[in-house]
C-alpha cells in the first residue's frame, strides 16, 4: 500500500496537538515529566512517529519556548494596552510579569532557569532557523518593556533617567528573583509576610525606572 501524503495542513494540526500536550505536561508535572514516550502515548502514537513531527526533542523544546514566550507577551501587552499613563503602563507591565512567572510556576521555569540550549548553541544545526524564530519572539516582551520605560521617561523629563535597555535588564532581574524565591518556597521560609515582601520587591523595581 503506498504511502499516504499529510497536506501541510494536517501536518501542521498534528504538531499542534503534540505541542499542546507537551506543554499540559510540563505545566501540570514540571519539566521532568517530559517524555517523547509519555506524548505518545496521549497521542496514541508510538514514540517513534512522533519523530515524523518534530525531529528531535529539541525541536520540541524550542516550540515550547517560543510558546510560552507568546504567552507572556500576549499577557504583558494586554495589561499595558488597558492602562492610561506611561507611568501606569509601567507598572501594569510589571505586575504582569510577576503574575505570569508565579501562576505559570513550571512554565516559567523552563523558560528561565532550566540550563537548556540558546540559540547560539543552534547556530551552524538543522534547529538554527527554528531556534532563532524562537529567540526572536521571546525578545518581544524585553522590547516592549524598553519601549514602555522610554515612554514614561519622555512623559517625565523633569527627572534624570538612565538607559532604558540597562533599566529594563535591572527591573526583569529584580522580578526574576522575586518570582524564583516565591515559586521555590523559599520567600514562605525568610519572611514573616511572603506577599507583603513581595509587593516590597515589586515596588522597588519599579522605583528604578520611576524615581
Known amino acids: 500500500m503506498p504511502k499516504i501524503t499529510r497536506s501541510v495542513e494536517a501536518v501542521d ?4 496537538q503534540i505541542l499542546d500536550i507537551a506543554f ?10 517530559l517524555s517523547m514516550a509519555k506524548i505518545g502515548l496521549k497521542m ?4 517513534a ?13 524550542i516550540a515550547i519556548h517560543k510558546k510560552a514566550y507568546a504567552m507572556m507577551y500576549d499577557k504583558l501587552s ?6 492610561d499613563t506611561p507611568l501606569e503602563k509601567y507598572q501594569g507591565l510589571t505586575h504582569a510579569f510577576v503574575e505570569f512567572g508565579t501562576h505559570n510556576i513550571n512554565i516559567y521555569d523552563v523558560m528561565f532557569n532550566r540550563p537548556i540550549r540558546q ?13 532563532f524564530d524562537e529567540f526572536r519572539n521571546s525578545l518581544k516582551a524585553f522590547f ?11 512623559s517625565r523629563p523633569d527627572i534624570q533617567h538612565g538607559d532604558p535597555k540597562l533599566l ?14 516565591h515559586n521555590s518556597g523559599v520567600l514562605y521560609q525568610i519572611s514573616d509576610d511572603p506577599d507583603i515582601a513581595m509587593q516590597t520587591i515589586i515596588d522597588s523595581a519599579i522605583r528604578l525606572t520611576t524615581g
Not at 13 to 16: I, K, L, S, Y
Not at 44 to 47: E, G, L
Not at 122 to 131: A, F, K, V
Not at 168 to 181: D, E, K, M, R
Request: hydrophobic content about 35%.
Open 13 to 16: 494540526a498534528v504538531r499542534e
Open 24 to 33: 499540559k505536561i510540563i505545566e501540570k508535572n514540571g519539566y521532568e515529566a
Open 44 to 47: 496514541k502514537m508510538t514514540a
Open 49 to 61: 512517529n512522533l519523530y515524523n513531527y518534530y525531529g528531535n526533542k529539541d525541536e520540541l523544546l
Open 78 to 83: 494586554y495589561a499595558v494596552s488597558i492602562a
Open 119 to 131: 540559540y547560539s548553541d543552534y547556530i551552524g544545526t538543522p534547529q538554527e532557523e527554528l531556534s
Open 144 to 154: 516592549l518593556t524598553i519601549k514602555v520605560i522610554r515612554d514614561y521617561q519622555d
Open 168 to 181: 529594563a535588564i535591572q527591573c526583569t532581574s529584580v522580578l526574576h528573583g522575586a518570582i524564583s524565591l
